[in-house]
């Protein structure tokens, strides 16, 4: 089976998106599929590669080159110049893969663009929604819920899931917003956000020299790994640190990242007087990450609640679960898929900074408990959150369609 995968961005590029759709890669080929892949002129827009190809950790990847003309640089119609290069580039390189199947990712511009040429060429269509772009749109600032960008952005992309031959959706939140759209139940298919269980080991003990080096030794640490998005919640993570500053002067806050938050993170830092409390280490690179989460007893992830965060399941607390640590997480509907609350982890409510600040005291205050959420969190991500299980569902959907 030959499946050509049309993503938005790719590796070197470090985020979410870049590390499921290298983990998607590694576990097809481990079937015995054949993959080849292509990127929209958006990953060329931010990478910059100095070819129409690239190799990257052994996977080959074709680019799509930038628009330079006038429309590029338009709204709305710098999105339709996004679609038009990319069906331009998958009609030269279609006659040299051909592929049995085009597997389009989110955001709904590649999606359009895989289900035109897919049409053209009768090659059968997947596109995977991992979220939705106007939602994504609205927590960036560049729409609001409800504008004509956000509503023509919805339209497109429902377009595009009726038309495509099969969908998939990283979590039930997108599945069951798709369903309400007329979506048929039948069509969706989830294929959930996982961990390599191999990468993150219990027994490894914490790296001393980089504690020191860092100032958190013989304290508690309370850690968040991740891009700094308003949706990320932070800001209330610091003022909950504020709050117990007198009653648990042994904590720290480890902010391991990076993003369009960090200025406004450290600037309350510095107003509120807790440097001594806060510690922001900046981007790690991926080969590192381990060592920081051996550092971290507590990861924190305070999501506010929006569409975004209650549709979408995030990646990196199950990345804590594999690597036995303690979670704990806003009541959003994207955690409460992954996290049972004081199973596997513990939930509060979100945006609610008081009762934030009083599950961190509990915690520290409780430590009896901590090796029944390390054992139960390990044994999620090891029994149903691991990759292999999670990508043994494309066959059925692929085989479908074949």
């Known amino acids: 089976?030959?499946?050509?995968?049309?993503?938005?961005?790719?590796?070197?590029?470090?985020?979410?998106?870049?590390?499921?759709?290298k983990?998607?890669?590694?576990?097809?080929?481990?079937l015995g599929w054949k993959t080849d892949h292509i990127t929209s002129s958006k990953h060329n827009l931010a990478a910059m590669p100095d070819s129409d190809e690239e190799i990257v950790n052994g996977l080959h990847f074709?680019?799509?080159?930038?628009?330079?003309?006038?429309?590029?640089?338009?709204?709305?119609?710098?999105?339709?110049?996004?679609?038009?290069?990319?069906?331009?580039?998958?009609?030269?390189?279609?006659?040299?893969?051909?592929?049995?199947?085009?597997?389009?990712?989110?955001?709904?511009?590649?999606?359009?663009?895989?289900?035109?040429?897919?049409?053209?060429?009768?090659?059968?269509?997947?596109?995977?929604?991992?979220?939705f772009w106007e939602d994504a749109a609205v927590d960036h600032g560049t729409t609001r819920e409800g504008s004509l960008r956000y509503r023509l952005t919805r339209a497109m992309e429902t377009r595009v899931v009726r038309e495509a031959n099969a969908v998939t959706t990283i979590c039930n939140g997108l599945k069951n917003d798709l369903i309400?759209?007329?979506?048929?139940?039948?069509?969706?298919?989830?294929?959930?956000?996982?961990?390599d269980i191999s990468r993150?080991?219990?027994?490894?003990?914490?790296?001393?020299?980089?504690?020191?080096?860092?100032?958190?030794?013989?304290?508690?640490v309370v850690g968040f790994i991740g891009s700094f998005y308003a949706y990320e919640g932070l800001p209330l993570l610091i003022e909950a640190i504020e709050i117990l500053k007198s009653r648990q002067p042994n904590v720290i806050v480890m902010l391991i990242g990076g993003g369009p938050q960090e200025h406004l993170l450290k600037s309350m830092v510095k107003q509120k007087n807790l440097d001594s409390q806060v510690i922001f280490t900046g981007r790690v690179p991926h080969d590192e990450i381990e060592a920081y989460y051996d550092l971290v007893d507590i990861f924190t992830y305070p999501r506010l609640s929006?569409?975004?965060?209650?549709?979408?399941?995030?990646?990196?607390?199950?990345?804590?679960?594999?690597?036995?640590?303690?979670?704990?997480?806003?009541?959003?509907?994207?955690?409460?898929?992954?996290?049972?609350?004081?199973?596997?982890?513990?939930?509060?409510?979100a945006g609610d900074k008081y009762a934030l600040a009083d599950k961190i005291s509990e915690l520290i205050n409780d430590r009896s408990i901590w090796q029944n959420f390390s054992i139960a969190g390990r044994k999620y991500v090891e029994d149903v959150r691991n990759w292999k299980t999670s990508i043994d569902n494309y066959i059925a959907v692929y085989e479908g369609l074949m």
């Open 23 to 30: 983990a998607i890669l590694e576990h097809q080929h481990a």
């Open 1 to 21: 089976m030959k499946i050509l995968h049309v993503f938005d961005h790719s590796i070197p590029l470090h985020s979410g998106y870049t590390f499921r759709s």
């Open 180 to 195: 309400e759209r007329g979506i048929p139940d039948s069509k969706i298919t989830v294929i959930p956000n996982a961990v």
């Open 200 to 220: 993150f080991k219990l027994e490894r003990q914490p790296d001393k020299g980089l504690a020191e080096e860092l100032g958190i030794m013989n304290k508690v």
């Open 306 to 349: 929006m569409r975004l965060t209650d549709l979408v399941t995030p990646l990196k607390p199950l990345e804590a679960m594999a690597k036995g640590r303690i979670v704990l997480a806003s009541d959003v509907g994207g955690h409460k898929e992954l996290i049972t609350d004081g199973v596997n982890g513990v939930l509060f409510p």
């Open 62 to 131: 074709f680019r799509t080159k930038v628009n330079s003309g006038i429309f590029s640089r338009l709204p709305l119609l710098k999105h339709l110049a996004i679609i038009s290069t990319l069906e331009k580039r998958l009609t030269e390189i279609i006659p040299v893969v051909k592929p049995d199947i085009i597997h389009a990712h989110s955001p709904a511009l590649n999606g359009r663009a895989a289900v035109n040429i897919g049409k053209r060429y009768k090659i059968p269509v997947v596109y995977e929604i991992r979220a």
